[in-house]
């Protein structure tokens, strides 16, 4: 680690979970000390002093889905820029998908990445692996090297692409079982979706786009529960976009088997009726699909049948999305509006509690991931990785204004009122309203 030891910190004037009356927390060396009106008692001089107004605490938030294109395209993004957002999204850990250029496929990128991570010091960077040599599909990659290295991956993808062949998924869930570690599948049959670009649906019919059927995650994501179940294997859906997968989430969780999936703040919030302005900004893998697929992904994140939200925050250049929509890269930022659209749509309606929303952007992320020092309770003698939230904030996306590297949000000038004002890792402030604090 590059940063010093953290002074103690005073956190005055603050709700954890947004429950009763506002508190002080006291942190020192990296812990949660005291919790209380007397707090800051105990703390020494030297300790740096916070009033945060009566705002929401929770505990740091955990993205299983993001993509950070270093090594290969750090125009678009790096790992420090990537971690800027992160943090600035109330994020204490994220997961960098393996689909960088060349690919998170052996030891030697994992632990690259990791350590430019630990470097940066923004939040825990945590490669993912990728299942298959270069994301192609048809060799397994050294699972157990990676693992076992300065990384410790303990989450495989090829995101971006699915391990399409039966056998090889097979295999990889078999080997994943004995590790100890995860797969996560991003479920698109490819047979179904040759040259697809938009939700298979009325709107991309009428626009003359060719379509990306349900039937392709949900075949998938058939197919991989049946193959859990058989090996004995946890699996991980990422992105779940519509009606169909929600069922069956359903199905195999009522079975029995060790499934567990994520949706992103895009297919909670926006449908294909975007995609009438044939604004590229609006092209993603899955595509945005129907506004009833939204209404059941956030009925389903709210019964638990989806675990959990994840940014899948793809950065791409604006040659890459200004251009004709077919052409336009799949992909949207994700880090930094993340919390306000969950906020919005479901603690704002009062279908979520923060407690609610901690449970799905911090506590079950960490727990599918085997992390055991993020996603923890607000308690004394816990690690102090933490998010403050403004509930009643008004805040307006700019693109040009993020810390992303890129600027393709979907959400331009759209306002909303939950921002993250702070976050803290590892007992040090990262981000105080809207800064990154070096
Ligand atoms: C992702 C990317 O750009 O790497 N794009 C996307 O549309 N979601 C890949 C992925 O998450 O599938
Ligand atoms: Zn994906």
Same mark, same amino acid.
């Given at each position: ?12 004037? #603050? ?6 009356? !506002? ?32 705002? &929401? ?44 250029? !060349? ?12 350590? $430019? ?7 825990? &960077? ?40 039966? +056998? $090889? ?11 100890? /570690? ?5 479920? *698109? ?67 029995? $088997? ?22 590229? &900004? ?26 959990? &939200? ?9 040659? *890459? ?17 993340? +919390? ?6 479901? #603690? ?30 607000? =308690? /004394?003698? =816990? ?17 040009? =204004? ?21 976050? $803290?890792?590892?007992?040090? #402030? ?9």
């Amino acid at each position: 680690m590059t940063h010093t030891e953290a002074p103690g910190l005073l956190l005055r004037n #603050v709700r954890p979970y947004g429950e009763g009356d !506002p508190v002080d927390v006291l942190i020192r060396d990296g812990l949660i000390a005291a919790i209380g009106a007397d707090a800051g008692a105990a703390a020494p001089t030297d300790t740096e002093v916070h009033d945060l107004g009566g705002s &929401v605490l929770l505990p740091g938030f955990v993205d299983l889905h993001t993509h950070l294109r270093e090594p290969g395209r750090e125009d678009t993004e790096t790992i420090a820029s990537g971690s800027a957002a992160a943090a600035l999204g109330g994020y204490t850990a994220v997961f960098a998908m393996a689909n960088t250029q !060349p690919p998170q496929d052996n030891q030697t990128v994992t632990d690259s990445v990791w350590r $430019i991570g630990q470097e940066v010091g923004l939040c825990a &960077v945590h490669p993912v692996g990728a299942v298959t040599v270069g994301l192609k599909g048809e060799q397994l990659t050294e699972m157990g090297q990676m693992a076992a290295g300065a990384a410790g991956v303990r989450v495989f993808s090829d995101d971006g692409m699915c391990v399409y062949d039966p +056998l $090889i998924m097979r295999r990889a869930l078999e080997y994943s079982a004995g590790l100890g /570690v995860l797969i996560a599948q991003h479920a *698109e049959e490819p047979r179904l979706t040759k040259g697809a670009v938009a939700h298979e649906g009325p709107t991309a019919a009428r626009l003359g786009l060719t379509g990306w059927p349900r039937s392709a995650e949900e075949s998938i994501v058939a197919r991989d529960a049946i193959l859990a179940r058989d090996a004995g294997a946890r699996v991980h859906i990422c992105h779940a976009s519509t009606t169909g997968t929600v069922e069956l989430l359903k199905w195999a969780k009522d079975q029995g $088997i060790s499934i567990s999936a994520e949706v992103t703040p895009h297919h909670l919030l926006l449908d294909d009726s975007k995609l009438e302005t044939y604004d590229g &900004v609006y092209r993603v893998n899955p595509p945005l699909r129907e506004a009833k697929d939204a209404r059941a992904l956030r009925a389903a994140l709210v019964s638990g049948v989806i675990d959990c &939200v994840a940014t899948d925050h793809a950065p791409h250049a604006a040659q *890459e999305k200004c251009c004709e929509f077919a052409a336009a890269r799949p992909g949207m930022l994700g880090l930094e509006t993340a +919390l306000p659209i969950v906020a919005a749509l479901l #603690v704002e309606t009062g279908d979520m509690t923060w407690r609610d929303l901690a449970r799905v952007m911090s506590v079950r992320p960490a727990e599918i991931a085997g992390l055991t020092d993020q996603g923890r309770p607000i =308690e /004394v003698g =816990e690690p102090a990785n933490l998010a403050v939230v403004d509930p009643d904030s008004s805040w307006t996306v700019i693109g040009d =204004e993020l810390a992303s590297l890129s600027a393709n949000t979907p959400y331009e000038g759209m306002t909303f009122s939950a921002r993250v004002v702070g976050t $803290i890792y590892r007992g040090r #402030v990262t981000t105080r309203n809207g800064e990154v604090i070096a």
